[in-house]
């Protein structure tokens, strides 16, 4: 929409049509551009009548201040309820542009037809134009600068058709545009607030017959649907982010499926890999074989698949690292992996998390399969941010290489060492006498719990992954005892003590808790705590304090004030619990299981 100054005229369209002059083929035509100033408005939403449009700007919109000569350029309300007087505007944005207003005229379309290049009488067949073809044919035979009749395409065909009685005109040149770029605020809905009901049938009417009906109710208001001042804002958020979005360069789209959705292909999928299932905990049923049989497939060594195929009759379920522990030979990771697909199914959580079960097993149904069930710990913290190391050098120090270890027996807990190649255990794996205690003694589920502890309690299971824990990061930390040191060592973590801790948690419960972790560690934190005791402040001043038994003694020997004493003890019994530099929950982490973590190779 364009307002113009002098004669009233309103027009929309920056479309310059390559006019042709027959009897001068040599040379375009030219047009004066008359000296006058325009302002365009870029209404943000489609025009289809042009007298809602003008509505939406407000009750007196005032346009003569777009074209006033101020120093600073004015701004246009605009409302998109306009009918609704709660309702909050936008507010448009002054851009300089330099643009052409043109006014074409073309000649209306009557509807009769005749052979395209003949000299033929026009014919008009009106039997065979039925209701809505006709009311489609007087929608398209008008051009016009509102709804939406303006196509620059049909412009031109109008144009080629009437080479000689189409008529252009510059109007003048758009110096100034105003734009409605912003954001929206939100919008309070007051449609069906029985306040504001009331309000608008006996105040705005200003009819005093209905004031006088005007009443409040009286009481607290306790219902849920409480009516509350709105704020003047519901967002300060102006501007749209430009999120830049695009398609992924690798998904192509292959036309439409069978039921007409559009089906779209990743080229750089990794096919190769796709032969195993990585199913959900509470997916059923198990899968019983492998997806498919071809392509890589049919590449893997038979040496190597007889084994992996005897190591499952030994044993239904595996861990990654126990399985390929049994592997004899050299392979490469690419046919580790797909030979692991075939062997086996994985869980993507649960207590049988990121195990390889043998295909047509399911050990949700059977209790005896409680002993294959898995234990994942995180026992590196993540350092990104803390240090000045990239994240990338981090994240390479974090991720494991899928080669084979050399330990065969890496997969084994004992209690006393572990391999850092890996992150999850197997109950059947754990070979420490205490942890074989608590795990025999444990008493069994009638139904397995497929979201957390499986076949076991779920106390005794947050039990199994604590005890576990502590023990690891006393092995770290060097300071594991003995059952047979007398007498026990000061900041050293026993057994008996993890034993008499895990006492104080019941066994067959079913509510969610987790058992304390920085209490199973208590030793240790004491140890830290001595270690880190700093030293009482000394006090410089002009005037050094001494503090004696009999109290405070000045520089000079006299009497001095007897609450130093008791600043200086104070400050020194409080300095392990106010240290800085304790750091306690950096050391122990606050998880005792990474839930987040999917597959134990990533």
Not at 175 to 196: C, E, I, K, M, V
Not at 254 to 264: A, I, N, S, Y
Not at 340 to 355: E, M, N, S
Not at 380 to 385: F, M, T
Request: glycine letters at 6%.
């Amino acid at each position: 929409m364009s307002h113009r100054q002098g004669d009233r005229a309103y027009d929309r369209g920056e479309v310059r049509p390559q006019v042709s002059n027959i009897s001068a083929a040599t040379s375009a035509p030219t047009f004066e551009v008359p000296n006058r100033k325009i302002v365009a408005v870029d209404h943000p939403c489609i025009l289809l009548n042009l007298e809602n449009g003008l509505r939406s700007f407000g009750p007196k919109p005032n346009f003569q201040k777009l074209v006033d000569d101020v120093q600073e350029p004015q701004a246009l309300p605009l409302w998109f309820r306009p009918d609704n007087p709660a309702s909050k505007p936008i507010v448009s944005h002054h851009a300089a542009t330099n643009n052409i207003l043109l006014k074409i005229t073309v000649p209306r379309r009557t509807g009769r037809k005749r052979k395209r290049g003949s000299d033929e009488p026009f014919s008009t067949d009106c039997n065979a134009l039925d209701a809505s073809t006709s009311t489609m044919a007087s929608e398209t035979s008008t051009v016009g600068s509102v709804a939406r009749r303006d196509s620059p395409r049909t412009i031109l065909r109008r144009v080629r058709d009437n080479p000689d009685q189409y008529q252009a005109e510059a109007v003048g040149m758009i110096r100034d545009s105003h734009r409605y770029r912003g954001l929206a605020d939100f919008q309070f809905a007051n449609t069906n607030t029985p306040f504001l009901k009331n309000v608008a049938e006996h105040l705005l009417p200003l009819n005093f017959s209905k004031l006088r009906q005007f009443k409040l109710e009286e009481g607290v208001a306790t219902n849920l649907d409480l009516e509350i001042i709105p704020p003047p804002h519901f967002t300060d958020k102006v501007i749209g982010f430009n999120y830049n979005y695009e398609q992924n360069p690798g998904i192509i789209d292959q036309g439409l499926d069978e039921e007409g959705e559009t089906r779209l292909i990743n080229r750089q999928g990794r096919n190769k890999f796709s032969y195993g299932h990585f199913i959900h905990h509470d997916a059923f049923p198990a899968p019983d074989r492998p997806t498919r049989m071809d392509g890589e497939a049919q590449r893997i060594p038979e040496s190597l698949m007889q084994q992996l195929h005897d190591a499952m009759e030994k044993r239904p379920i595996w861990t990654r690292r126990a399985i390929v522990n049994q592997v004899r030979g050299n392979y490469t990771e690419s046919v580790l992996k797909v030979a692991l697909q075939l062997t086996g199914y994985q869980f993507r959580g649960g207590p049988f998390r990121d195990a390889i079960v043998k295909y047509g097993v399911d050990p949700r149904h059977d209790p005896k399969y409680r002993q294959y069930q898995t234990l994942s710990f995180k026992l590196a913290k993540n350092l990104v941010g803390s240090t000045k190391v990239p994240w990338q050098t981090i994240r390479r120090g974090q991720v494991k290489s899928y080669t084979k270890n050399d330990d065969p027996t890496s997969h084994i807990w004992d209690g006393e060492s572990y391999s850092t190649d890996g992150k999850l255990w197997q109950i059947c794996d754990i070979t420490d006498p205490f942890m074989m205690e608590i795990i025999a003694n444990a008493p069994v589920r009638s139904e397995c719990d497929l979201s957390e502890s499986g076949w076991f309690q779920r106390g005794t299971w947050q039990k199994i992954k604590a005890a576990m824990k502590a023990k690891m990061i006393a092995i770290t930390k060097d300071r594991l005892g003995s059952e047979g040191d007398d007498p026990p060592k000061k900041g050293y973590i026993y057994n008996s003590f993890i034993a008499n801790r895990l006492a104080l948690y019941p066994d067959e419960s079913d509510k969610p808790f987790t058992v304390s972790l920085e209490g199973l560690l208590r030793p240790l934190q004491d140890l830290e705590n001595v270690r880190k005791r700093r030293r009482p402040p000394v006090l410089r001043d002009r005037a050094t304090v001494t503090a004696t038994s009999e109290g405070s003694v000045g520089p000079e020997g006299e009497e001095g004030d007897e609450s130093a004493h008791w600043f200086l003890e104070r400050n020194n019994d409080d300095a392990e619990a106010f240290s800085p530099d304790r750091g306690w929950d950096q050391m122990v982490g606050s998880d005792v299981e990474d839930d987040d973590a999917i597959g134990e190779e990533d």
